[in-house]
């Protein structure tokens, strides 16, 4: 099992910048493919975004994709996720997830989740 922990969250106005980080433990961090997801009150949690063990690959959603950028630092055993040119409908808790089998963008594809940071975009 690995423990991941997201912070960064917080309250920003449209157009501003934040980056989130998720910090991992108990497992060699580098073994693990990671993705961010996102989950809006009374909404299903989305994929955001996903990134190979070595970070050598990312993938994005379409919604996203531009604005987010996913990285991880290995030496740290941390993930982030820099948000750039936020939107209101970029509101959301956060969350990070080591990826397992099956499609990237699928909830259920990944098998261990951190508790979520809330991002909150001001109009």
């Known amino acids: 099992q690995v423990q991941l922990v997201e912070s960064g969250g917080e309250v920003v106005q449209a157009g501003g910048s934040l980056r989130l980080s998720c910090a991992a433990s108990g497992r060699t961090f580098s073994n693990y493919r990671m993705g961010w997801f996102r989950q809006a009150p009374e909404k299903a949690r989305e994929f955001v975004a996903f990134i190979s063990n070595r970070g050598d690959g990312t993938w994005y959603a379409d919604s996203v994709k531009g604005r987010f950028t996913i990285s991880r630092d290995n030496a740290k055993n941390t993930m982030y996720l820099q948000m750039n040119s936020l939107k209101p409908e970029d509101t959301a808790v956060y969350y990070c997830?080591?990826?397992?089998?099956?499609?990237?963008?699928?909830?259920?594809?990944?098998?261990?989740w951190g508790q979520g940071t809330q991002v909150t975009v001001s109009s």
């Open positions: 997830a080591t990826y397992s089998s099956g499609a990237a963008y699928k909830r259920e594809s990944y098998l261990n």
